[in-house]
Each structure stands twice: as C-alpha cells, then as structure tokens.
C-alpha cells in the first residue's frame, strides 16, 4: 500500500493526572482511506479514552498524532475536527427545532464558508427513514433515537472524511440503531476514501460494521495489523 | 454634628432582638440556634474591632497606613469570594483575588481621582469607605460569576463537546457559559440599582443623613457610589470569568473538564 494514512498514532499514552493510573498504554495505530475498524472491550478498558484521544478532545500525556503525516498545529485543531468527526454516545442537542440544530454547525468560524443544504440533509433524512416535516420537530421532544439520529446528521452534512463513533448505538432500541446504521453504511457509500473507527460494546454490530476488529483491554490495543 | 449617641445600653436593647430569630429557629426546628449565635457575635465583634482601628488610622493618616490596610480588605475580598460554589479548580483563589483586585482598584481610583477629587488621595475618611462599599459589591459579583460558570460548563460539558467536536473553537464553545455566568453576576447589582432609593435607602445615604447631612447632598454621594459599584462589579465579573475560563480551556481548543473538582 502506497496510500498516506488518515491518521497516524504514535506511541500514544494518556494517564489520569489525579489518581496516577495509566488509562492508554503506548499505542501505535494507523487509519487508511477505506478502513473500516471497530474497538471493542470492556467498559473502562480505554476505548473512548483512545478515540477521544484520536478526536483531539484529550490531550494524550505522550506521543504523537499524524494527519495527512502531518503534525496538528493549535490553529487547524478545529478544522481537523471538521474533517475527522467525533460522535459521543449522548447526543447533545440545542434548543430549538431539528433544523436549528442541522444549521447549528455553519454558525461556527470553521464552517462559515460553507452553507446549509437543504438537498443533502433531505437524503440524509431518507436513508434514515424520516420525513422531511422531521425537521420542523422540536429537539425537546425527540426520543433517544431521533436524538442520535439529529446528531449524526449534523455531523454528516459536514462529509467528513473519518468518522469516529464513540458507541453511538449503545442507548438506542434496536429500530433507531438501524437507522444509525444505515446512515453510516450510505456515508461509506459515498467515497471510497473515506473511514472509521466504531467502539462498540456489541460484538455482533462490530462484525456487522466493520472489517478490521481490534480489541481494547486494560489500556491495551491489540489486533492491530502488522504493516 | 448633631445626633443622638448610641450607649452600650442603647446597643444591647437592639441586639436582644436577635431573640425572635432564636425563638423562631426553636419554634419552626430550623437548627439555627448556633448559627445566629456565632453570626451575632461576630457582627458586634468585627464592627467593634474596625470602629476602633478605623479611629486609630483617622489620628494617623499617612499612606503607608491606609494602603496596606487597603490591601488587607482587597485580599480578604478576594479569597471569601473564592470559597463559594460546589466545584472548584487549582487557580481558583488567585483568579477571584486578581479579578477583585483589579476592578475594585480601578474603580476607586477612578471615583477618589477624577470625581471626589481628594487631596491628599488616600485620605481614610473617603478612601477606606468608598472602597470597601465596592469590594462587597464587587465579590458578589465575582464569586456569582465563576460559581455559575463552573456549574454551566459542568452541566453543559455534552454541548461543549460537541461544539468543539464540529470544529468550534474554544471561545465557540465557551459562549453560552460565559455569557450566563456574566449575567449571573450582573443581576445582583442591576436589582439594587433599580429600587434604590424606592425600597431600600442605602446605608451610605442613610448614614449621612443621620449625621446631619442634607438629604440632596447625601443622594449625590450615593448616584456616584452606586455607578461605582456597578462598573467595578461588572468589570470584577467579567474579569474572573475570563480567567476561569482560560484556566479550563486550552489553546489547543480542549474543554479541560478533569481540572474541575468537587470542593
């Protein structure tokens, strides 16, 4: 493979500063255009601690991360997060209607320039199985699901390059985490290119959504492909 | 001067009746007995004990009294509006003692300079009440505004990350937090300010018209105090704010939530 890597950890650690317990042993990991990889593990193994590592929501107390093999500067960190996404597990939705939050993400400096389309967000509605009069819902009145449903939406609109789903179905009913799903599965459609990292706790969903299986224990990554 | 001087007696009458917050405490099982007695001794004691000093550094006017005596009350200031509030950080207290420090002083120098217009400035008679009037309001201010932004960003650490998970910055992300903590911190004032005069007649006011003072006179000094207050409590706020929220957001746009502890 001659492909530039997405992103590139190395020797990555974290530590909880106040109790002095290593939560990330030292983790080399590499995300190719394409790569479908999902984490999987025991509650408090380190699996978000990893990918909100990867996120740059926490700083790692060593090491390094890559993107386009380069090192991130202060200045692009939210232009990174633009393009590799994030999507926590609660969703956090604002006041105000479905489509209040959908345009939410263009009132920010980052991305400004570009615009709310109306199109792309009515597609996206449809692979999950919503109607276009969705968006005129109140966000206060969505169930866990919508509420998912809203905030990877948001984050898809935006066509990031990778995504990083931090068990995003793990408080879903089995319909809205098909919805998810389906959402992801027409994203990876879209491009070729394009890749993601999935923690999950549900072994049959990881099998299901991904095709590069890694295991996380004790801080520990493991399974991860010899290059 | 004209006026009725209080004697010891005159003193004990007014502070038996501190007598019906006791009895009301016993009556409605408040468990306050203890309380209203420590809070009432301290009052007697801590006004007694600044009665005496504040007539010690009236005979002795010199800078070099009156500043250091200045600085203690700053700093006293600063750390009790420190010690409010559930959740704290390391920094806290040196952030509410420089934010307290920084708009009170500016504020005073601004009324003792440009508009009372003293000489010499540090003449105790204006100096140390002018300032002391705006170091309460200001530590209101101030430990309002950092206890409501560390509630807001503890509350709203799921849609702080998610603002910074889709690309906005730190400042992005703190906005709603701060713009509630700095109202928090406003409001108190903003209240005052509208009724004075209606429902409340300040102390400072009051005072003078008790020692003789026309009443015109008096709500000049007030409008002057109050404007006083209201610009140094706002500037306190704004200022401790700012410095919570530098301490709990990095330039590398990361919401440093672990810095926030449970006192």
New interface residues.
């Given amino acids: 493979m001659t492909d530039t890597p997405l992103i590139e950890a190395r020797a990555l650690t974290r530590m909880d500063e106040r109790r002095q317990v290593p939560l990330l042993q030292p983790t080399d990991f590499t995300l190719q255009p394409g790569d479908r990889v999902s984490i999987t593990g025991a509650s408090g193994s380190g699996k978000s601690v990893f990918l909100r590592a990867l996120a740059l929501l926490d700083a790692p107390t060593s090491g390094q991360i890559l993107w386009n093999n380069q090192p991130i500067g202060n200045a692009q960190i939210p232009h990174y997060r633009c393009h590799i996404s994030y999507l926590s597990q609660r969703p956090a939705l604002l006041e105000g209607s479905v489509e209040d939050n959908l345009r939410f993400p263009f009132s920010l400096k980052t991305s400004r320039k570009r615009r709310f389309d109306l199109v792309t967000v009515t597609t996206l509605l449809g692979h999950a199985g919503k109607a276009p009069d969705f968006l005129a819902k109140r966000a206060a009145d969505l169930s866990g699901g919508e509420s998912q449903v809203v905030s990877l939406i948001r984050t898809l609109q935006l066509n990031p390059e990778v995504l990083l789903l931090d068990e995003p179905t793990a408080a879903l009913d089995p319909t809205s985490s098909r919805e998810v799903e389906a959402l992801i599965d027409a994203w990876f459609a879209g491009d070729p290119s394009r890749a993601c990292i999935w923690v999950s706790h549900d072994l049959d969903q990881a099998r299901r959504m991904s095709d590069i299986h890694l295991q996380m224990s004790a801080g520990v990554l493991s399974g991860v492909p010899q290059p | 001067m004209n006026y009725q001087n209080l004697t010891a007696l005159d003193m004990g009458i007014a502070a038996s009746l501190i007598l019906i917050n006791g009895a009301l405490s016993l009556l409605l099982r408040l468990g306050l007995g203890r309380q209203l007695l420590w809070a009432a001794v301290r009052t007697v004691v801590q006004l007694l004990a600044i009665g005496y000093l504040l007539g010690w550094v009236f005979e002795f006017a010199y800078w070099y009294v009156v500043l250091p005596l200045m600085c203690a009350m700053t700093l006293i200031a600063g750390l009790s509006a420190a010690g409010r509030g559930r959740r704290t950080y390391r920094g806290q207290r040196a952030d509410s003692i420089l934010s307290v420090w920084g708009s009170s002083w500016l504020v005073t120098a601004v009324g003792l300079f440009a508009v009372i217009r003293i000489h010499p400035w540090y003449e105790p008679q204006y100096a140390i009440p002018i300032l002391g009037m705006i170091l309460g309001n200001t530590l209101t201010g101030v430990s309002l505004g950092i206890e409501r932004m560390t509630q807001e960003l503890t509350s709203g650490r799921?849609?702080i990350?998610?603002?910074?998970?889709?690309?906005?910055?730190r400042w992005?992300a703190a906005q709603e937090a701060i713009r509630q903590a700095v109202r928090a911190g406003m409001i108190p004032t903003l209240n005052q300010m509208t009724v004075v005069g209606i429902v409340s007649l300040p102390g400072m006011m009051t005072g003078q018209v008790l020692a003789g003072e026309s009443p015109e006179d008096a709500v000049r000094y007030q409008i002057v105090i109050m404007f006083l207050i209201a610009a140094s409590s706002a500037l306190g706020t704004v200022g401790a704010v700012l410095l919570t929220y530098r301490r709990l957001f990095?330039?590398?746009?990361?919401?440093l939530r672990?810095r926030l502890v449970e006192r």
């Fill in positions: 799921n849609t990350e998610m603002i910074l998970a889709l690309g906005g910055s992005e990095s330039s590398s746009h990361r919401f672990d």
